[in-house]
């Protein structure tokens, strides 16, 4: 009776795990001129040299973005595009040393001591991979030029699935199109993972 209770506990751990939802929280600044979705929705991406050089990387971004942008109401048109979308995409990855793990032994401590004592910790601490992901989109009109639209978004964190995660950073990034939170501040947009 005992196992059947501990292996029905068992069960019901990984499936509460499988059925919790991923989120990923961002910081979003956006700019906008924009009143409202304009009439002629249509689009093309604008690439720069440095994206020209890598196109299958850039085909990637703009796929991920073309998602984003078609939840907003924006439809890609290369032929009659109302307005050119210029995307950007920075991801840095730091070790951070974890300083819970450090044990010291030193003058004036006459024994072992676990922490931080402002030093660095030696063999005993080990490093944790940290990732630093920003995109960023920019929708100019091509009438005039000028860039009516320009948002942010940032997220940090110890996963490492960066294709996963553009989608969802694009999709945050677009949050409340076309019209940004009052005074442009960055904001936190939360977004489950799908």
Known sequence: MLRRMLGLGLVGLVLAGCASVRTVESEVQTFSTLAALPAQATYRFERLP????????????????????????????????????QLGVRVEQEDRLDWSDAWWYGPGLHSWRYGHL???????????????????????????????????????????????LLPVLFRSAL????????????????????
């Open 50 to 85: 440095s994206q020209q050089a890598q196109p299958q990387r850039q085909l990637q971004v703009e796929g991920m973005a073309e998602q984003a942008l078609a939840l907003v109401g924006l439809r890609r048109d290369e032929a009659q595009a109302h307005y050119t979308v």
């Open 118 to 164: 402002g030093r660095w910790p030696g063999p005993w601490a080990h490093a944790t991979p940290w990732y630093q992901r920003e995109v960023s989109l920019a929708l100019r009109d091509t009438a005039t030029g000028q860039v009516v639209y320009e948002t942010h978004a940032l997220e940090e964190g110890l996963w490492s699935d960066t294709a996963n």
């Open 175 to 194: 949050t409340d199109f076309p019209a940004p939170s009052p005074g442009a501040h960055p904001r936190r947009v939360e977004l489950p993972l799908p």
